[in-house]
């Protein structure tokens, strides 16, 4: 199916780990033309560090690049751009010597116009390499000249900084004026208030039928407030009072919380009005997920490198070239060599998965997320009620639909050839080893598409981390790729086991920390867990007793904590991804060693949902001193699944209820009241840091796909934008939904791997199949028009295994149909909204029964039968 468009459909607002993204990090919109015409003006006293601002002596003290000459022109400095530059910095204005102490604060104005419109980059940086920026915003310049002004703190002393416009980047030529630049110090930083809108927090898209519905509201009152839950239509659905919880120590705000767990109605359009504020809307239903399942997996198709991505699978506005193919400019990956002097050959590492907002391509990160996706599937056949359809052939957009392989090991597949490529051949020191990463030599800038990365690419040293990756996830694709393709499986397991005997070798050959130009470091001090991890999935997979002891005797195995870490695993903490094999897929384990292992997962799982039992938004998550990590969205989805495989394992509902409550917290239910997750909610973040989707600095390129969760709150606000604005945030309040803070707000496949599998879980919770379809109930619906009126006939049949008793079927008419007189059935009518019940007689329908019924209707226009029927709680097929 093609994808949803995203629901914010607006224009950008005003507003981990080890990486360093010193190059081509922006502050964008919150720094566009205008957002800071309200900032107080520098000292009246500080000096002008721009010389010749004004051009009235010509074009003394700037320069250019050769490929735009600059002229003045009527007093401003004028450059022609040639059509086809490909990135921002192959046209530049710039001037030098710009003297800068740290701690100061400073303005930069200026006027621009230019022939075409165009979006440029108004960066005072360092003016050498690496170029560090103290400024980096995006202006978008039209023919009108409008003042523009940014206010920054530098974080560094600088003897000689440069200001440089780069003007690059279009397909087109223009000519671009600049005019009344200034750079002074005594600024005074304006204050940034994040928009939080609504004080009432809810779950912005909605809470399934009969699981837990909470919410949370931001009030100074300190005695329990008066709330309603009003329907679409105005009317009031449940009433009652909040409970005040206090100051939230996450967020410093004072919260109630309040429950109106007792509704099942389903329906669009709630909301839950608190005196004068009201929520955003949402639904509540069972069909809310099957379309999140659909996007969050769609991410890793969008993100495939060496592939072109195709239209028809994601739509015009996001498909493009293939990347990293050896195709000018890229230098490719079909022959990557190593860092100088570091090996003597190349490797073919074309395909998998880009990481996150850069195009490197690191195993440690990618092995926990092709993991997560395989776990996902595996679920369906391990679980009871779990669905693998929804993920089989045909259902997902990857391009190898019809091979009768499903989808989702199709999408796997992709990226564990791609990590069984960057093994170390046999007869070269370390073979069988796994090389830590792949990526550019220098970093990029934003925005630069996969195809027109010009960097030449090369490989890092081996590191036993990224080979028990390989190890792990070779022994998981060898048991599920076995009967659909026997020969790639064998593949799998041989790489696997070499892998594993090499890491056992080396155990000790870690990546480097300061291994950071270019990509991220991904260093990791403790293989431990890998090692665990590792063992315990070539065990499940072989049952052979070497396997068993290294689990049994490894120090981790039965330690809850160690495992299952309670600020949740990630690629640097996976041992918890062997443990949930362990539980959950059949193995050699003695009953009693199975008992353990299950235990070893609920009691992890009791813990995060006393988390999430006692924090004033529901989340489960409890940092140590509230210490939210980079990417801790990820964190609180790998806890997450925990709480759901507990669930699985027990059928305690408090597993299931505190999983849901994460979900209310990532789609809005939090404190900035922001949904993580683009394209779904009202107030969803849309401009994550991204290399190619990045419309926020540039307009012809698009917001993240729909399904990508953001990284969230980040307490270290480690990137420039987070700096100049978060600082002093509370711990649950320190992200900022901007292309620029990548500390805050980047996307990586290790996060959404979690949500898809998770998304995949509560979209079971609801009976659903991924199409909006559930086995519970088939509906016939006929009818016959006339001038004026219409009569219809309804066959309601149970498909389910137990009898329904007694039934209630509703719909909804899209025109204005309106029932007079029924039979039958009672049949009520509210606005559009119809629900039809039993007469005294037919209220039980037996499995494979059906009962009739029908009705007579006045409706003038155009009459549409109904398309959605609704039984209880599921959703019927309509025949």
Sequence with gaps: MPPRPPRHLREPGVPRR??????????????????????????ADAPDLISNGDFSGGTTSWWWSEANPGTVVDGRLCADVPAGTANPWDAIIGQNDLPLTAGESYTLTYTATSTAPITIRANVQMAVDPWTTELAAADAIGSTAEPISHVFTTSSDHEAAQLAFQIGGSATAYTFCLDDVSLTGGAVPPVYEPDTGSPVRVNQVGYLTDGPKSGTVVTEATSPLAWALKA????????????????????????????????????????????????????????????LRTDALAYFYHNRSGIEIDANLVGDEYARPAGHLDVAPNQGDIQVPCQAGLCDYSLDVSGGWYDAGDHGKYVVNGGISVAQLMASYERTLTTEGADGKPLGDGKLRVPERGNDVPDILDEARWQ?????????????PLAGMVHHKIHDRQWTGLPLLPHQDPQPRELHAPSTAATLNVAAAGAQCARLFKPYDAGFAARCLSVARTAWNAAQANPGVLASPTDGTGGGTYSDDNVSDEFYWAAAELFVTTAEDAYRQAVLGSPLHGDTDAVFPRGGMSWGATAGLGALSLATVPNKLTSSQLAAARATVTKAADGYADDSANAAYGVPYAPDRNNYVWGSNSQVLNNMVVLATAHDLSGDVTYRDAVLRGMDYLLGRNP?????????????????????WAHQINP???????????????????????????????????????????????ITINWNAPLAWIASYVDDLGNGDGDGNTSVCEVSYDSNRWNGGFTSSVTLKNTGA????????????????????????VVTQSGSAVIAKPSSWNASVAPGGSVAFGFIGTSSGQVADPKVFTLQSGTCVVR
């Design 700 to 746: 012809d390129l698009p917001n993240p796909a729909p399904g990508s969760v953001a990284g969230g709150p980040n307490t270290g606000i480690e990137d420039p934008v987070a700096q100049d604005k978060l600082q002093g945030c509370a711990p649950a309040m320190c992200y900022i939904d901007d292309i620029g803070s990548w500390a805050t707000n980047e």
């Design 232 to 291: 679409a239509n105005g009317r009031t659905a449940a009433s009652g009072t909040t409970r005040p919880g206090g100051v939230d120590s996450t967020s410093r705000q004072n919260v109630h919380t309040f429950d109106f767990s007792n509704v099942t109605t389903a329906g669009e359009g709630y909301t839950v009005t608190i005196g004068e504020e009201t929520s955003e809307p949402f639904s509540i239903g069972d069909d809310l997920y099957a379309s």
């Design 802 to 825: 137990s009898a329904i008793n007694p039934w209630e079927l509703r719909w909804s008419f899209d025109d204005n149909q309106r029932v007079n007189h029924a039979w039958n059935a």
């Design 18 to 43: 080890d990486r360093s993204r010193v190059l081509g990090t922006l502050a964008a919109a919150s720094l566009l033309a205008g957002a800071l015409a309200s900032t107080p003006a520098a000292g």
């Design 416 to 428: 564990l050839d791609f990590l069984m490529s960057m093994q170390v051949p046999a007869g070269k």
């Design 672 to 692: 900035l009241n922001q949904s993580y997750v683009t394209g779904y909610g009202e107030r969803d973040s849309h401009n994550q840091h991204h290399r190619f």
